[in-house]
């Protein structure tokens, strides 16, 4: 039971989690959809990280620069999605939320291309070749769109690596540059970009490409339907997992009512309803600062319900588990389900608690590592109480009693066990006091547990008087042994009956038995009717039983 209980909770949570994080980390948000352009490890690395030697020679001139990213345009445009990742290396998102940066560097590389394209046909001879030299400009003006100004640019500098990007102004601007000239058509002998979300917005309305309240109208009423299609997809969810809990809890039969049922769904249609926004906010194409707030808001939200919905599934494996243990005669699983129960929410906790940490864009790697050094202190403080726990995993591994059992300890303790805890173990003595022992000192005391007898031995003296007559005791004895024999819960090879002493004011007789229970209630019930046989058995035989006597003499004296 031990092992199932164990096996099932580490492989429920670490299941969520392997999702939760793997999946719903925006710097891994190209697994999340099919139509997303998906990126190898190493193109991602090449995207974040340092840059190798070929990529530094793609990027070491204006000229090269603007060659490698109008290439790996063509290669797109030609239906290659993974040239996206050469265009993105030419892109300075330094600037850029690093869970970001390769979503926005994709969105970006779009609308530089199609900004271009109108502009004019490059002709990279007029590109500068320097490797330092001042930033160059292609392109540098005020656009108007609606009733507001734009400054807006598309130019390249040199970067801290030592390699020339598109500069972080262009990345800013280049949404009002494309959106000023996006009626214009492509220049001769130039291929103009599409996609799918390109060729919707041209079937779209001239009116939907207005502004409206900082957003354009038809991302406005993309929202509105992405928010009716979230809240679907939030019921839909709820009903499906309320209708699937409910089918589990009637046929296992667990501890479950109906109402708090559908209440225990919530974490779930709010991970379904924020997957939905993480994953179509992508498609909307705002610009970088309208992208990141929502898609913060969305990862936030994703990794808030993710713990949230790893700790509901914890609570229903140990409802699982509850009810299997509850048809089990060992008391000891009833202690260890809640342990199991709350080291699993204690780690989904803590790993939730570095996931959320992470969406709100703290540097979680520095934290940890602070932790580490702190840690040490901690420990240090605290060595009593990681004694104790690393006490209870023994007390629990070994199982050297089980709940109910009566124990005696070093130092004459005795009692009954109560409770298993994670810092201590409580017994409750003879005297109906309660004993807290921590789990550190219990792991290293010896142990005589009564509950594990197989047998109860029982051992007494008869004492019998002496004007018994020799043939009596000898058929009292003779009637104790046929008594044994046909009693079923004595064991029959090991009992004794033998005339034992000749005591001072009786002639006792030795009687051990061994009665064939591990349950103390059901021997003192045998050793009750067993005691009234052997008192029915002398009163039949005329046989008394002797109690202390004192006979004193007093001479009288005459004269």
Known sequence: MFRKITFF????????????????????????????????????????????????????????TMRTFMLAMEKVKAGSNSAFSDAILTLDLSQIDPALRALTGRITAERLVNTIDRLAKINFSHIPSYEE?????????TVTLGENLYDVEIALNRTSDGVWKFSPETIKSVENFYSSIAHLKVVDGVTEYHNWRSRFKDKMPAWTAEEFLVLKKGQWISLIVLLFLSISIFALIRLIATAYLSFKVSQRSLDLQEDSQFKSTLPFGLLAFSLTWLIAIRFLEFDVGMLEFFFRGSYILTAFSSVWSALKIVDYITLHFKKITSGTGNKF?????????KSSKVLVIALGTILIAHSLTFDVASILAGLGIGGVAVALAAKDTISNLFGSVTVLMDRPFQI????????????????????????????NSLVTLPNSVLANMA????????????????????????????????GLRALISITPSIQ????VVSLYEMSTSSMDILLTVFFMTDEGKIELLERHHFILEILKLAEDLGVKFAYPTQTLFVEKHQG
């Not at 029959?492 to 009992?495: E, F, I, L, P, S």
């Open 404 to 431: 109910g059992d009566y124990v005696s300890l070093e130092k004459n303790l005795e009692g009954t066990v109560e409770q298993v805890g994670f810092r201590s173990t409580r017994i409750r003595t003879p005297y």
């Open 447 to 478: 142990i005589d547990n009564y509950g594990m007898r197989r047998v109860r031995r029982y051992k007494t003296f008869l004492q019998l008087e002496y004007s018994t007559p020799i043939t009596k005791i000898d058929e009292f004895c003779n």
């Open 9 to 64: 909770s580490l492989f429920s949570f670490f299941n969520i989690f392997s999702i939760g994080y793997a999946q719903f980390n925006p710097l891994s948000l190209n697994g999340l959809a099919k139509k997303a352009p998906s990126h190898s490890l190493a193109e991602k690395i090449s995207i974040l990280d340092s840059l190798s030697f070929n990529e530094k020679e793609k990027l070491k001139t204006p000229q090269e």
């Open 133 to 141: 030299g001042p930033k160059w400009i292609f392109r540098k003006q």
């Open 333 to 341: 699983d009833d202690v260890l389900v809640p342990m199991i129960s």
């Open 492 to 495: 029959k090879d090991n009992a």
